[in-house]
């Protein structure tokens, strides 16, 4: 479970290409497709090095001027589903 304390990268089995605006990723494992686009595709491009999930949204948060309560609970709920996809890896801080 993805909590505010959790560090998060990406999975060793996801690939990924832009395409214009969008990141298109590719699970192996899931043999699934997934197009992100703005804010989940930034989120994907900070999940390249190991981040702490406060970190992150307090960087999100600034960077789009949104309260901090909105960045976390969106965030959390987005990497929730990556992690339910197995295309992040999580561990305890």
Do not use: H
């Not at 309560?69 to 561990?91: C, G, N, P, W």
């Amino acid at each position: 479970m993805v909590t505010l304390e959790t560090i998060v990268i990406r999975g060793k089995g996801v690939l990924g290409a832009d395409v214009g605006d969008e990141a298109v990723l590719m699970s192996v494992e899931n043999e699934q497709y997934y197009a992100l686009t703005a804010t989940s595709r930034a989120i994907w491009e900070w999940l390249e090095k190991p981040v702490r999930v406060c970190d992150l949204c307090a960087a999100l948060a600034q960077a789009y001027q949104a309260p901090l309560e909105t960045v976390k609970t969106d965030t959390l709920a987005f990497l929730s589903y990556l992690e339910a996809q197995k295309m992040i890896e999580s561990r305890a801080a």
